[in-house]
Protein backbone atom coordinates (compact mmCIF):
# COMPACT_ATOMS: atom_id res chain seq x y z
CA UNK A 1 0.00 0.00 0.00
CA UNK A 2 0.56 3.41 -0.18
CA UNK A 3 1.82 6.12 2.40
CA UNK A 4 -1.26 8.57 3.79
CA UNK A 5 -0.52 11.57 2.25
CA UNK A 6 0.73 14.17 4.91
CA UNK A 7 -1.45 17.58 5.25
CA UNK A 8 0.50 20.61 5.63
CA UNK A 9 0.22 23.08 8.11
CA UNK A 10 -2.93 25.06 6.76
CA UNK A 11 -4.93 21.86 6.02
CA UNK A 12 -3.87 21.45 2.22
CA UNK A 13 -2.18 18.71 0.73
CA UNK A 14 0.62 18.36 -1.32
CA UNK A 15 0.66 18.38 -5.05
CA UNK A 16 0.42 16.21 -8.01
CA UNK A 17 2.23 17.56 -10.48
CA UNK A 18 2.22 14.53 -12.11
CA UNK A 19 -1.91 15.09 -12.82
CA UNK A 20 -0.75 18.15 -14.10
CA UNK A 21 1.49 16.15 -16.89
CA UNK A 22 -0.95 13.65 -17.31
CA UNK A 23 -4.10 16.73 -18.37
CA UNK A 24 -1.60 17.22 -21.53
CA UNK A 25 -1.62 13.72 -22.70
CA UNK A 26 -5.55 13.56 -22.80
CA UNK A 27 -5.99 16.52 -24.07
CA UNK A 28 -3.35 15.32 -26.98
CA UNK A 29 -5.88 12.50 -27.44
CA UNK A 30 -8.49 14.63 -27.93
CA UNK A 31 -6.73 16.43 -30.33
CA UNK A 32 -5.84 13.55 -32.31
CA UNK A 33 -8.96 11.75 -32.47
CA UNK A 34 -10.71 14.57 -33.72
CA UNK A 35 -8.22 15.57 -36.62
CA UNK A 36 -8.00 12.36 -37.92
CA UNK A 37 -11.85 12.50 -38.01
CA UNK A 38 -11.94 15.50 -40.04
CA UNK A 39 -8.69 15.19 -42.36
CA UNK A 40 -9.56 11.35 -42.87
CA UNK A 41 -13.31 11.24 -42.72
CA UNK A 42 -13.79 8.69 -45.31
CA UNK A 43 -12.16 6.54 -42.98
CA UNK A 44 -14.60 6.08 -40.28
CA UNK A 45 -16.66 4.09 -42.02
CA UNK A 46 -13.98 1.41 -41.58
CA UNK A 47 -12.89 -0.74 -38.62
CA UNK A 48 -9.02 -0.24 -39.89
CA UNK A 49 -6.71 2.29 -40.73
CA UNK A 50 -5.18 5.01 -38.56
CA UNK A 51 -8.55 6.99 -38.08
CA UNK A 52 -10.03 4.07 -36.89
CA UNK A 53 -7.35 3.77 -34.32
CA UNK A 54 -7.82 7.02 -33.39
CA UNK A 55 -12.01 6.89 -32.76
CA UNK A 56 -12.16 6.10 -29.06
CA UNK A 57 -9.10 8.70 -28.03
CA UNK A 58 -11.46 11.56 -27.83
CA UNK A 59 -13.88 9.70 -25.48
CA UNK A 60 -11.15 7.70 -23.73
CA UNK A 61 -9.59 11.38 -22.79
CA UNK A 62 -12.76 12.74 -21.70
CA UNK A 63 -13.45 10.05 -19.13
CA UNK A 64 -9.91 10.89 -18.22
CA UNK A 65 -10.60 14.42 -17.59
CA UNK A 66 -14.36 13.11 -16.31
CA UNK A 67 -12.40 10.97 -13.02
CA UNK A 68 -9.22 13.43 -13.00
CA UNK A 69 -11.68 16.34 -11.66
CA UNK A 70 -13.52 14.69 -9.01
CA UNK A 71 -9.88 13.16 -8.06
CA UNK A 72 -8.09 16.60 -7.79
CA UNK A 73 -10.94 18.12 -5.95
CA UNK A 74 -11.58 15.96 -3.49
CA UNK A 75 -7.87 15.99 -2.96
CA UNK A 76 -7.78 20.02 -2.91
CA UNK A 77 -10.70 20.32 -0.99
CA UNK A 78 -9.86 22.19 2.26
CA UNK A 79 -12.55 21.90 5.68
CA UNK A 80 -12.75 25.82 5.68
CA UNK A 81 -13.60 25.95 2.35
CA UNK A 82 -17.35 27.21 1.74
CA UNK A 83 -20.14 26.31 -1.67
CA UNK A 84 -19.91 29.60 -2.72
CA UNK A 85 -16.31 29.85 -2.53
CA UNK A 86 -15.71 26.54 -4.17
CA UNK A 87 -18.01 27.87 -6.97
CA UNK A 88 -16.99 30.83 -7.50
CA UNK A 89 -13.37 29.74 -8.27
CA UNK A 90 -14.94 27.26 -10.80
CA UNK A 91 -16.93 29.58 -12.66
CA UNK A 92 -13.74 31.59 -13.07
CA UNK A 93 -11.77 28.88 -14.19
CA UNK A 94 -13.88 27.48 -16.93
CA UNK A 95 -16.58 30.13 -17.53
CA UNK A 96 -14.40 32.98 -19.48
CA UNK A 97 -12.44 30.77 -21.99
CA UNK A 98 -15.90 28.96 -23.13
CA UNK A 99 -16.96 32.64 -23.81
CA UNK A 100 -14.05 33.51 -25.66
CA UNK A 101 -14.25 29.92 -27.44
CA UNK A 102 -18.26 30.45 -28.30
CA UNK A 103 -17.72 33.94 -29.86
CA UNK A 104 -14.86 32.92 -31.48
CA UNK A 105 -17.00 29.65 -33.22
CA UNK A 106 -20.00 32.10 -33.73
CA UNK A 107 -17.82 34.51 -35.67
CA UNK A 108 -16.30 31.92 -37.88
CA UNK A 109 -19.18 30.53 -38.65
CA UNK A 110 -21.39 33.52 -39.84
CA UNK A 111 -17.95 34.67 -41.62
CA UNK A 112 -18.47 31.48 -43.65
CA UNK A 113 -22.03 31.90 -44.36
CA UNK A 114 -23.25 29.17 -41.58
CA UNK A 115 -26.14 29.42 -39.08
CA UNK A 116 -25.98 29.33 -36.13
CA UNK A 117 -29.70 29.38 -34.09
CA UNK A 118 -30.68 30.53 -31.05
CA UNK A 119 -32.01 27.14 -29.34
CA UNK A 120 -28.00 26.37 -30.44
CA UNK A 121 -26.55 29.38 -29.00
CA UNK A 122 -28.69 29.86 -25.70
CA UNK A 123 -28.15 26.28 -24.06
CA UNK A 124 -24.90 26.51 -25.14
CA UNK A 125 -23.99 29.72 -23.22
CA UNK A 126 -25.79 28.57 -19.82
CA UNK A 127 -23.75 24.93 -20.15
CA UNK A 128 -27.42 23.38 -20.25
CA UNK A 129 -27.26 21.74 -23.55
CA UNK A 130 -25.82 18.55 -22.26
CA UNK A 131 -29.72 18.13 -21.07
CA UNK A 132 -31.17 18.09 -24.34
CA UNK A 133 -31.13 15.12 -26.63
CA UNK A 134 -30.67 16.85 -29.57
CA UNK A 135 -26.98 16.38 -31.67
CA UNK A 136 -27.29 19.67 -33.44
CA UNK A 137 -27.72 21.49 -29.91
CA UNK A 138 -25.24 19.08 -28.03
CA UNK A 139 -22.38 19.95 -30.78
CA UNK A 140 -23.49 23.31 -31.80
CA UNK A 141 -21.37 26.53 -31.37
CA UNK A 142 -17.88 24.90 -30.41
CA UNK A 143 -18.53 20.76 -30.27
CA UNK A 144 -16.11 20.23 -27.50
CA UNK A 145 -17.99 22.71 -24.71
CA UNK A 146 -20.40 19.85 -24.01
CA UNK A 147 -18.10 18.34 -21.64
CA UNK A 148 -18.40 22.24 -19.12
CA UNK A 149 -21.57 20.98 -19.57
CA UNK A 150 -21.42 18.11 -17.84
CA UNK A 151 -18.52 19.79 -15.43
CA UNK A 152 -20.81 22.44 -14.70
CA UNK A 153 -23.37 19.63 -13.22
CA UNK A 154 -20.09 17.82 -11.35
CA UNK A 155 -19.26 21.38 -9.99
CA UNK A 156 -22.61 21.96 -8.01
CA UNK A 157 -23.03 18.64 -7.16
CA UNK A 158 -19.66 18.34 -5.62
CA UNK A 159 -20.17 20.25 -1.86
CA UNK A 160 -22.84 18.00 -1.74
CA UNK A 161 -20.52 14.51 -2.73
CA UNK A 162 -17.92 15.67 -0.88
CA UNK A 163 -19.80 15.57 2.52
CA UNK A 164 -21.51 12.50 1.88
CA UNK A 165 -18.52 10.86 1.08
CA UNK A 166 -16.33 12.18 4.29
CA UNK A 167 -19.36 10.31 6.30
CA UNK A 168 -18.29 7.05 4.55
CA UNK A 169 -16.26 4.73 6.66
CA UNK A 170 -12.50 3.58 5.43
CA UNK A 171 -13.23 -0.17 5.72
CA UNK A 172 -16.19 0.35 2.97
CA UNK A 173 -14.38 3.02 0.39
CA UNK A 174 -13.06 0.28 -1.87
CA UNK A 175 -17.08 -1.29 -1.88
CA UNK A 176 -18.20 2.37 -2.97
CA UNK A 177 -15.13 2.32 -6.04
CA UNK A 178 -16.24 -0.92 -6.84
CA UNK A 179 -20.03 0.04 -7.20
CA UNK A 180 -19.40 2.79 -8.82
CA UNK A 181 -17.31 0.87 -11.39
CA UNK A 182 -20.15 -1.15 -11.86
CA UNK A 183 -22.37 1.44 -12.51
CA UNK A 184 -20.53 2.64 -15.24
CA UNK A 185 -20.81 -0.74 -17.03
CA UNK A 186 -24.24 -0.63 -16.46
CA UNK A 187 -25.27 2.67 -18.10
CA UNK A 188 -24.27 0.93 -21.96
CA UNK A 189 -26.73 -1.96 -20.93
CA UNK A 190 -29.59 0.61 -19.27
CA UNK A 191 -29.16 1.88 -22.65
CA UNK A 192 -29.72 -1.02 -24.86
CA UNK A 193 -32.66 -2.28 -22.65
CA UNK A 194 -34.61 0.73 -22.52
CA UNK A 195 -33.62 3.38 -25.05
CA UNK A 196 -33.58 1.27 -28.02
CA UNK A 197 -35.02 2.24 -31.10
CA UNK A 198 -35.28 5.29 -33.72
CA UNK A 199 -32.27 5.67 -36.77
CA UNK A 200 -28.63 4.42 -35.79
CA UNK A 201 -26.21 7.06 -36.12
CA UNK A 202 -23.50 4.62 -38.46
CA UNK A 203 -22.91 0.85 -39.41
CA UNK A 204 -19.88 1.34 -36.68
CA UNK A 205 -22.45 3.19 -34.01
CA UNK A 206 -25.55 1.39 -34.30
CA UNK A 207 -27.35 2.99 -31.81
CA UNK A 208 -29.75 5.95 -31.77
CA UNK A 209 -28.95 9.56 -30.78
CA UNK A 210 -30.70 9.26 -27.72
CA UNK A 211 -28.86 5.64 -26.58
CA UNK A 212 -25.77 8.30 -27.38
CA UNK A 213 -26.82 11.25 -25.46
CA UNK A 214 -27.78 8.93 -22.34
CA UNK A 215 -24.13 7.26 -22.34
CA UNK A 216 -22.08 9.94 -23.80
CA UNK A 217 -23.49 13.64 -23.24
CA UNK A 218 -26.12 13.09 -20.33
CA UNK A 219 -24.42 14.70 -17.36
CA UNK A 220 -26.08 12.27 -14.52
CA UNK A 221 -24.32 9.01 -16.23
CA UNK A 222 -20.99 11.25 -16.62
CA UNK A 223 -21.11 12.09 -12.84
CA UNK A 224 -20.32 8.57 -11.75
CA UNK A 225 -16.99 8.97 -13.52
CA UNK A 226 -16.15 11.94 -11.10
CA UNK A 227 -17.53 10.09 -8.48
CA UNK A 228 -15.12 7.75 -8.79
CA UNK A 229 -12.15 9.74 -8.85
CA UNK A 230 -13.23 11.61 -5.90
CA UNK A 231 -13.43 8.00 -4.15
CA UNK A 232 -9.94 7.23 -5.78
CA UNK A 233 -8.51 10.33 -4.03
CA UNK A 234 -9.87 9.28 -0.19
CA UNK A 235 -8.01 5.65 -1.25
CA UNK A 236 -4.76 7.59 -1.74
CA UNK A 237 -5.13 10.12 0.93
CA UNK A 238 -5.90 7.30 3.54
CA UNK A 239 -2.99 5.20 2.11
CA UNK A 240 -5.41 2.22 1.07
CA UNK A 241 -4.26 2.21 -2.35
CA UNK A 242 -1.71 -0.74 -4.00
CA UNK A 243 1.58 1.01 -5.14
CA UNK A 244 1.08 0.28 -8.54
CA UNK A 245 4.23 1.87 -10.67
CA UNK A 246 3.49 4.36 -13.83
CA UNK A 247 4.84 2.46 -16.60
CA UNK A 248 2.25 -0.81 -16.19
CA UNK A 249 -0.51 1.50 -15.77
CA UNK A 250 0.03 3.13 -18.38
CA UNK A 251 0.36 -0.02 -20.24
CA UNK A 252 -3.05 -1.15 -18.91
CA UNK A 253 -4.41 1.77 -19.92
CA UNK A 254 -3.26 1.07 -23.34
CA UNK A 255 -4.27 -2.77 -23.69
CA UNK A 256 -7.72 -1.12 -22.35
CA UNK A 257 -8.28 1.24 -25.43
CA UNK A 258 -7.44 -1.81 -27.69
CA UNK A 259 -10.02 -3.21 -26.28
CA UNK A 260 -12.60 -0.37 -26.66
CA UNK A 261 -11.82 0.38 -30.47
CA UNK A 262 -13.71 -3.58 -30.73
CA UNK A 263 -15.94 -3.41 -27.83
CA UNK A 264 -19.41 -3.93 -28.60
CA UNK A 265 -22.64 -1.40 -28.71
CA UNK A 266 -21.70 1.20 -26.32
CA UNK A 267 -19.23 -0.42 -23.57
CA UNK A 268 -15.75 0.87 -25.40
CA UNK A 269 -16.96 4.34 -24.84
CA UNK A 270 -16.21 4.68 -21.10
CA UNK A 271 -16.83 1.42 -19.25
CA UNK A 272 -14.45 -0.34 -20.89
CA UNK A 273 -11.44 1.90 -20.38
CA UNK A 274 -13.00 3.85 -16.89
CA UNK A 275 -11.27 1.83 -14.11
CA UNK A 276 -7.58 1.93 -15.98
CA UNK A 277 -8.07 5.27 -16.28
CA UNK A 278 -8.58 5.62 -12.44
CA UNK A 279 -5.63 3.40 -11.91
CA UNK A 280 -3.27 5.44 -13.78
CA UNK A 281 -4.53 8.63 -11.99
CA UNK A 282 -4.07 6.86 -8.77
CA UNK A 283 -0.64 5.79 -9.45
CA UNK A 284 0.74 9.29 -11.15
CA UNK A 285 -0.63 10.59 -7.49
CA UNK A 286 1.20 8.03 -5.14
CA UNK A 287 4.29 8.38 -7.29
CA UNK A 288 4.00 12.16 -6.25
CA UNK A 289 3.48 11.67 -2.90
CA UNK A 290 6.04 9.14 -2.47
CA UNK A 291 8.93 11.21 -4.53
CA UNK A 292 9.47 8.30 -6.93
CA UNK A 293 10.41 8.79 -10.57
CA UNK A 294 7.69 10.43 -13.23
CA UNK A 295 8.36 11.96 -16.01
CA UNK A 296 5.47 13.33 -16.37
CA UNK A 297 6.28 16.16 -13.17
CA UNK A 298 9.06 17.63 -15.66
CA UNK A 299 8.93 21.67 -16.56
CA UNK A 300 8.07 20.90 -19.67
CA UNK A 301 5.05 18.73 -18.94
CA UNK A 302 3.66 20.32 -16.57
CA UNK A 303 3.65 23.63 -18.64
CA UNK A 304 1.48 21.84 -21.60
CA UNK A 305 -0.81 20.38 -18.61
CA UNK A 306 -1.41 23.75 -17.38
CA UNK A 307 -2.22 24.94 -20.73
CA UNK A 308 -4.21 21.51 -21.40
CA UNK A 309 -8.13 23.17 -20.91
CA UNK A 310 -7.67 25.99 -23.10
CA UNK A 311 -5.86 23.49 -25.53
CA UNK A 312 -8.94 21.47 -25.08
CA UNK A 313 -11.07 24.32 -25.94
CA UNK A 314 -9.40 25.92 -29.13
CA UNK A 315 -8.39 22.76 -30.74
CA UNK A 316 -11.04 21.89 -32.39
CA UNK A 317 -12.07 25.03 -34.24
CA UNK A 318 -8.48 24.86 -35.64
CA UNK A 319 -8.62 21.71 -37.00
CA UNK A 320 -12.16 22.81 -38.53
CA UNK A 321 -10.81 25.72 -40.28
CA UNK A 322 -7.37 24.37 -41.62
CA UNK A 323 -9.74 21.36 -43.16
CA UNK A 324 -12.01 23.92 -44.49
CA UNK A 325 -9.18 25.92 -46.09
CA UNK A 326 -7.65 22.85 -47.33
CA UNK A 327 -11.02 21.95 -49.59
CA UNK A 328 -11.01 18.31 -46.96
CA UNK A 329 -14.05 17.01 -47.17
CA UNK A 330 -15.78 13.31 -47.35
CA UNK A 331 -14.60 12.50 -51.02
CA UNK A 332 -11.50 14.10 -50.81
CA UNK A 333 -9.76 13.54 -47.41
CA UNK A 334 -6.10 12.57 -46.88
CA UNK A 335 -4.15 9.36 -46.83
CA UNK A 336 -2.81 8.60 -42.96
CA UNK A 337 0.47 9.97 -43.46
CA UNK A 338 -0.69 12.65 -44.79
CA UNK A 339 -3.38 13.29 -41.84
CA UNK A 340 -0.52 12.45 -39.27
CA UNK A 341 2.14 14.94 -40.86
CA UNK A 342 -0.74 17.50 -40.95
CA UNK A 343 -1.60 17.12 -37.35
CA UNK A 344 1.44 17.56 -35.89
CA UNK A 345 2.12 21.60 -36.77
CA UNK A 346 -1.70 22.03 -36.53
CA UNK A 347 -1.33 20.62 -32.33
CA UNK A 348 1.52 23.27 -32.34
CA UNK A 349 -0.56 25.72 -33.00
CA UNK A 350 -3.38 24.89 -31.17
CA UNK A 351 -0.85 24.28 -28.40
CA UNK A 352 -0.12 28.44 -29.48
CA UNK A 353 -3.64 29.90 -29.62
CA UNK A 354 -4.02 27.66 -25.97
CA UNK A 355 -1.01 29.65 -24.60
CA UNK A 356 -2.38 32.87 -25.79
CA UNK A 357 -5.96 32.01 -24.56
CA UNK A 358 -4.37 31.10 -20.90
CA UNK A 359 -2.16 33.78 -20.62
CA UNK A 360 -4.66 36.26 -22.09
CA UNK A 361 -7.74 35.21 -20.26
CA UNK A 362 -7.61 32.08 -17.60
CA UNK A 363 -4.91 32.91 -15.51
CA UNK A 364 -5.36 37.14 -15.21
CA UNK A 365 -9.57 35.94 -14.67
CA UNK A 366 -8.38 33.35 -11.70
CA UNK A 367 -6.21 35.54 -10.36
CA UNK A 368 -8.23 38.86 -10.54
CA UNK A 369 -11.54 37.23 -9.57
CA UNK A 370 -11.27 33.84 -8.21
CA UNK A 371 -11.29 34.49 -4.77
CA UNK A 372 -13.27 37.25 -2.87
CA UNK A 373 -11.03 39.88 -1.92
CA UNK A 374 -10.95 40.36 2.21
CA UNK A 375 -12.40 43.86 3.44
CA UNK A 376 -9.80 45.45 5.86
CA UNK A 377 -11.65 46.62 8.70
CA UNK A 378 -10.96 50.69 8.73
CA UNK A 379 -9.63 52.91 11.71
CA UNK A 380 -11.80 54.79 14.03
CA UNK A 381 -11.78 58.57 12.08
CA UNK A 382 -10.24 56.69 8.66
CA UNK A 383 -11.69 58.39 5.97
CA UNK A 384 -14.59 60.45 7.56
Not at 125 to 138: A, G
Not at 190 to 217: A, K, N
Not at 255 to 269: D, K, R, S
Not at 311 to 325: F, N, S, T, W
Request: aromatic share 12%; proline share 6%.
Amino acid sequence: MSAPAVEHRDGRRPGLPSLTGMRFLAAAAVFFSHSFFQFIPSSWGSDEGVAFFWSKAGSTGVSFFFVLSGFVLTWSARPDQGPRAFWRRRACKIYPNHLVTAAAAVALALSQSRTVTGHQLLPNLLLLHTWLPRFDVLTGVNAVSWSLGCEAFFYLSFPLLLSLLRRVPVRRLWWWAGGLAAAVWCVPLVSELFLSGGTVLSPRMPYSVTQLWFVYFFPVTRCLEFALGMVLARLVAEGLFPRVPLVPAGALVVGAYIGALHAPGQYGTVAVTVVPLGLLIAAGASADIGARASALRGTTMVWLGEVSFALYMVHELLIDQVARALGIGPRDDLSGWQAAGLSLPVLGGAVLLAWLLYTGVERPVMRRWSRARKRIPLEVGEFS
